[in-house]
């Protein structure tokens, strides 16, 4: 296989605005907009984090569609930051819950699990 196996991701969400503030202050990140491939769909819209197809890693978006809730589900996405005790900790100030404060995971760094405001768990990798 020449590709990492995780090509695109998408966190489902109830109220974009509030998903979307909560992501850019935990992550940093600024979230662009999605257009939908063959126009408008009514009742979705999708917020992109930032990425290039030719960088390592996947990249995805938020996604608000009828129909498709938000909440744990069994699928946990990583976040790659610093320090992921900064993180978590702007997860908890801007209305989200840390599920497990930092931990060790041997040689593969550490580890931190969030809920966002949404109630999707998520999780933060850094090697420090």
Known sequence: MTMNPV???EIYVQDMP???A???A???YQLQPLPMPGGEQPGMEMWS???AMDNAGATGSLVRMPGCPSGGGGTLIYFACEDCAEQAARAAKHGGSIHREKFAIGPYGFIALATDTEGNMFGL???K
């Open 49 to 51: 984090f930032p990425g």
């Open 18 to 20: 509030r998903a979307k």
């Open 22 to 24: 909560f992501y850019e």
């Open 26 to 28: 935990v992550l940093g």
């Open 125 to 127: 990798h850094s090697m």
């Open 7 to 9: 090509g695109w991701f």
